[in-house]
């Protein structure tokens, strides 16, 4: 029972949904409706953190408070959150492959604007932490600029990973940041968090694919 339960959130890790917003999730979907305070509990979070992925879980779709008092929140069925995922994994691939050109275009301008003594053009890194580490030193090596496109619903993401932390200590020491985003009601808290520190725009279009440019010598795409 328990390697299911690590194989459910490692699942929904890999949509973009912290762990312990995972583990809330799971908890919600096995109990029926509970008040915030119960799902604290039965995750062992501390209260002020289990309030605030519940929130985030919210504002995602994943829980839905009902009426009463105190409070409880129900969870999206997991056969709906399947077809979601499914959903958004077809739309992603139409967008990748309506884009193909024009972002092997980019890709191919960042690369020649790489010194020629730069042996390293071209770089695989596999594992979400290992891409952390990587965007995180990079940001923190970053002297005049740093260009970041991002989904709407990876604000929370960059936030939990501790990405935000990197760019607002680049803003402090002069560097311009830049990031384009979806801003809508359902990421505005986030949305208005990188605003304090960076040039928040709004796209019009939906960012399929995150990128990061940092001093206009390479670009990173996942």
Known sequence: MRRHGAELVGLLTDHGIPEKGAR??????RTGPQTAAELARMTTLHRVDAYRFIQQLTREGLLRA???RPMRF??????ALMDRWIRAASERLDRL?????????????SLEEIGESDPRKFTVIEGREAIRRFLIKRIGSAERQILLSVSG??????MDTGVDRALKEAHARGVKVRVVTEVDRAHLG??????GFTELRHAETSVANQATVIDRSGTLLF
């Open 24 to 29: 809330i999730y799971l908890a919600a979907t």
């Open 66 to 68: 009902t009426g009463g």
């Open 74 to 79: 129900a969870a999206l069925p997991p056969e």
């Open 97 to 109: 492959e309506q884009d193909r050109e024009r972002i092997l275009a980019r890709w191919q301008e």
């Open 153 to 158: 619903g990876a604000l929370a993401r960059l």
């Open 190 to 195: 986030e949305a208005k968090h990188f605003a």
